[in-house]
Each structure stands twice: as structure tokens, then as C-alpha cells.
């Protein structure tokens, strides 16, 4: 089959190589029906040092089961199915308490003999507790949605839960990239009275709003620090879901943030150290919290929420390419000619 | 009257001043009963730069009203008061939500020409909102545990609130100062199954045994990891309470913490930079908070508790020092001989 691999930055490459087979009986096969690039693909495209050794790319799918071991349950072959970014087992200690991420058992694709989404087939460890069931006939149509419930909406989501949003809060979200966006439609349906959004992208902004942002702030730094303050009567944001990941978008959390609220990140963190003193979240009791999403402790939820069409998660995607054109996908995103690739193979 | 004043590390003088005066409408004038020793004043015991003017010194403190301006309401002279440690109208929007120290009229004792409490009397700046009286006569063997509800208690509280400690969960309490006992008695309070206990001073953990730690941990460091690590079957603590404030404790607390935990602080933090990223926080999930305790939310419901017998915070005091004798009672708490020492004017 074919698969996407990245030898360093800017260099990914597709290849022909084995499909993959069962290793464990608690494996499936998987035969991928749509892939996409994630933002976070974009960091080892940015830094990768180069290598002899190709590695897997992507870890967001929805595909069809070829192939399933001896131990499986709850699925069958032809099943569609979508797969959160992380396999788990679902069932030991840490999945019972809505934290797959953290499954002792679980692991990532692309990385332990585990190969990436962004190919033709893939094998999924622990399959039974993994992959998801979509019920039914699924249009055409809504499978973008579907493939968007597999990391970067119910990472958005995740943020806004972990956020604690809901009635009469105000929530800011920065970045205005696809999980940032998908945070504004996460809050819209948790309730949130006012959503800000923060990014300077006016197309993404602007799907932004149609997601259900009440106010854009284009300005960065102490500018859009003073805007966000402006538009929340001096008090600051109860919530603020930073969907970036770098230092100056942490920055921008705590000085957006209210006295006794929550900084809630999704964006994967290019820093370990930053401010976590008096003067950034202990003096005004700041909460900080988030990481990888648990996507899966969400999955079942939202599903029937776009079949019905009350979210559509999926328009995050504004491009698409073939699986042998995946490299000009990580290009059209990595210049912000488009916010999101899907990848059919 | 006498007043409490720090001139630079290791230096506190009482001395002679004019007594305070009303000078807001809102002000009371307390003549204090017992007041104490804090272990946050013994960091600027050990760094203060030497200066010309003296630092007026404590914020903790019980006593009498002596004077009221005439717009406060709900109190009576000689009224038995209880001050939580920073001063709050407990109207705004901020103490509404919780956060009194966040106060938009509030502010600290020692500082902006409001004086401390280590003195004979003190002018309370909005008296109706911070001041609470304490009902009926009262048993004065209950005095210093009413005094601990002016900070150390509600402080060890605040951590457990945030932390969000209850039934079936296990504590990890980092500090066997006296917050850290009181965030022990507080985890006992709320619920929760195991309380373990981090210190190496016997004297100190066995109260924390009494006030209800079912394991004490001496070990520091990766030691102290591994062994916590041991006492929760390898998964670490569900909650993690710093009462420290140095760079240790804290990443004592991220290697205890468990997937999806909680470290709440409340030892000021002696730094402003620290571990947030991939290998600390992020990659588990865990929730950071923590702050200056509120301490004004949680008075009214503790009292009673006092009253009745129910909990005994007071026992962090194992020392007592008259005013003029001040100077010894930080000695005495800057070299651990004493726990807490009450300092009666």
C-alpha cells in the first residue's frame, strides 16, 4: 500500500510499502476512506532534523475494518468507523475517568511499530476500546464532520470542557486555526454568552463567527490583551482556550484571563517553562489546565450531533488532495493557504 | 500603641506609634485580641532589603471593635471579630464569584498606609465586608483555632476546595508547615480516603496523623516520587495540595500528580517561571491552581464548626510570645522550634 512518511522538515514523502497486518489479537485493519494533515504535523515539518528513517504522518481517520483479530468485540468487517488521534483500551483506570490520553494500554499512531493515518490501511491497537461505530448510512456528505470528530473538533471540544464553559460565561479562544475554530463552535454549543476570538486570518475569522464568535480581535500582544479587557468591561475572560501553542498565545491567556478563571490549552506546547507565578496565575487564582484531548470519551456524543447536522464540525476543511499529492497538502497548510487538507487515499 | 515593623531580613522592631483613626466611612477600628505569626512573613524575614522605613508587619488576627465609620453596617462596638488576612467589600462582582482577594475595593494589611496586625489595634478598611462576628460568648480555650480561620486554616481549605477533594480520592499534601497541616484537617474534612502526607518533621506529621493523614512521607525528591508512586499502586495522587511555595515542592507535585490530577497551590510561590509543558503538565491533564485564599468565602460556614468542636485548627499553634516579644517568635518559627506562634498584645 502507500503511505505518508517524513524524512525531516518540508520533506514528506509517499511510499510504497506492506500493508499492514494483525500483530495482537486485540488489533484491527483499518482501510482508510479519508485522512487529513493536523496543525501539530506542522511542528515536525517546521524542526524535523533530517533522517535516514522515514516516520509515519497522521493520526486522523474514518475508514472502513478489512481485517479484525481473535479478540475483538463490538465491531465488525465493513463497519465504518472513526478513530480517535490516540488508541486506547477504553476500559482501564485513567479511560473510566474520561482520560484515554492517559490509557495504560494506549499509545499513538505513527510511533511503536504503528503506522501513520495518512496511507492507504492502517493497524489500530485495541481496537475493541479505539474505534467508534458510525450507525447506519452515512451521506456523503457528512463524512468530513465525521472525520473532523476524530482530533481537531473534539480537541476544540475538550478545551472548552476542560474550560468548564457554559451560560453566562465569557470564553476567548486564541488562534484562529482549525482547532481554535473548532473551540468557538465547541463553546457556541456548550452555551457560552460571548465568544471572542483572537486571529488576524479575516477567511478563518470569519467562519469564526459563522461558528458562533460574537467578536474578533485581530491585535496580538498588549494590544489585543487591552481589546479583550475592553470587550469584557475590564474584568477579563472567565475562560480562555489557547489553541496554539507558543509562548506569546500563553501570554496573551493570562493576561486575557479573569481573577478566579481557567486558561484551558489544547495547542500542543513548543515551551515547558513559562510564567506560573504571582504575577501570571497565582496572584488572580488562574486555573490552568488542558492537554492531549480524550477524544474518545467524547466521540459517542457528538456523533448523532452531526448526523443530525446541529454541528458541522467539518467545514474546518477548506481543501483536499489525493493521497499521492500529500505533500502539497503540509505545504498549502504550512503557508496558510489553507486551513485544513483533507487527504483522500 | 505598639506596632510590629520590619526594618530588613532579621530585623523586626516594635515600636511606639499614633494610634489609628477611621479614615473612610467604611473603616472599623479593632482592638486586637490575638494575632500571629505567618509563614509567608518569614520570606521577607530572609530577604528584605535593608531600609530606612519599617514595614508594618502581620495580617492575622482576632479582636474587639472599637470604633466604626459611619457607613458600616452589621457591626456593633465590641463586637468579636474575625478578619480574614486581606480586606474585600464582598459586594463586587469577584467576591461574588469566590474570589475576595481578588476584590475590586480590597487589599492587604501592611501595605497603602493600612497597618498590621501584629500591634495593639488596627483600622480595618471596608469593615462590613471583611469583618465577621462571631456569635454568643465564646469559650476562650476556642480563641486561637477562631484565630486560624483568619488565614492558615482557610488557606489549607482553599487548596483542598480547589483541588476539588472529596469521598474517593487520594491526597498527596506537600509541607508540613502549618498550611500544610491545615490542608490535611481540611481533606479529612471534605472526604477524602487517603491523605498522604509529605514532611520530615516528626513532631509536625504526627499532627498531621491526628488531624488525619493516613501515610507521611519523609522522602524528598525522586525518593519521594517513587514513594508515593508506591503508596497509589503506581497511578499517583488524584489531588496534590503545595503548601510550600519553593521550586521543589513543585515538582514534587507534578511527579505525584496522576493522570487527569489536580495541584493545587497555595505556598506563594518563590518563583514566577516553571514546568507546563509536554513532561510536566500537559501531557497528563493536570489541572494547576491555586492562590491567595479567599479566605473570606469560607469563614462564615467554618466558624461553627469551631464552635462546636467539630475541627481544632488552633492546634497549629505551639508557641506564644507576647507582643513586645515578637522578634523572638519569628526566631522561633525561622528555626522550625516552633510550629505557628500566637502573639498576644
Redesign the interface.
Known amino acids: 500500500m502507500r503511505a505518508t512518511f517524513m524524512y525531516g522538515a518540508g520533506d514528506v514523502r509517499v511510499e510504497e510499502v506492506p500493508d499492514p497486518t494483525i500483530v495482537q489479537p486485540t488489533d484491527a485493519l483499518v482501510r482508510i476512506t479519508l485522512a487529513c494533515v493536523c496543525g501539530s504535523d506542522l511542528h515536525p515539518y517546521h524542526s524535523m532534523p533530517t533522517g535516514e528513517e522515514g516516520t509515519p504522518m497522521g493520526h486522523e481517520f474514518i475508514g472502513l475494518v478489512e481485517e479484525l483479530g481473535s479478540e475483538v468485540t463490538g465491531l465488525k468487517v465493513g463497519d465504518l468507523v472513526i478513530s480517535p488521534f490516540a488508541f486506547s483500551d477504553n476500559t482501564c ?2 479511560c473510566r ?3 484515554h ?2 490509557c495504560k494500554h494506549g499509545g499513538w499512531y505513527g510511533a511503536g511499530g504503528v503506522g501513520g493515518a495518512q496511507a492507504e490501511m492502517i493497524r489500530v491497537p485495541q481496537a475493541s476500546g479505539t474505534l467508534v461505530p458510525i450507525p447506519g448510512d452515512v451521506d456523503e456528505k457528512l463524512l468530513p464532520s465525521l472525520l473532523a470528530l476524530s482530533d481537531v473538533y473534539l480537541t476544540g471540544y475538550h478545551a472548552a470542557h ?1 474550560g468548564n464553559v457554559g451560560p453566562g460565561k465569557t470564553v476567548t479562544v486564541i488562534g484562529d486555526g482549525a482547532v481554535g475554530l473548532s473551540a468557538v463552535l465547541a463553546s457556541k454549543q456548550m452555551g457560552a454568552d460571548k465568544i471572542i476570538l483572537m486571529g488576524r486570518h479575516v477567511d478563518r475569522t470569519g467562519l469564526g463567527r459563522r461558528f458562533g464568535a460574537t467578536d474578533v480581535v485581530a491585535e496580538r500582544g498588549d494590544e489585543g490583551i487591552a481589546k479583550v479587557l475592553e470587550l469584557t468591561g475590564g ?1 477579563g475572560s472567565h475562560v480562555v482556550l489557547e489553541a496554539v501553542g507558543h509562548m506569546p498565545a500563553y501570554e496573551q491567556a493570562y493576561g486575557v484571563v ?3 478563571g481557567v486558561i484551558s ?1 489544547v495547542g ?2 513548543q ?22 484531548a ?1 477524544v474518545r470519551a467524547y466521540i459517542e456524543a457528538a456523533i448523532p450531533q452531526v448526523l443530525s447536522g446541529e454541528i458541522d464540525p467539518g467545514r474546518v476543511f477548506d481543501s483536499e488532495t489525493t493521497l499521492d499529492d500529500v505533500a502539497e497538502a503540509y505545504r498549502l497548510m504550512d503557508s496558510r493557504t489553507a486551513l485544513k487538507v483533507l487527504v483522500r487515499p
Open positions: 483506570e485513567f475517568e474520561g482520560f490520553t492517559a476542560m474584568e479573569r481573577p478566579g490549552r500542543v506546547p515551551y515547558e517553562d513559562a510564567p506560573v507565578g504571582f504575577g501570571s496565575l497565582f496572584g488572580k487564582n488562574v486555573t490552568l489546565n488542558g492537554g492531549p480524550p
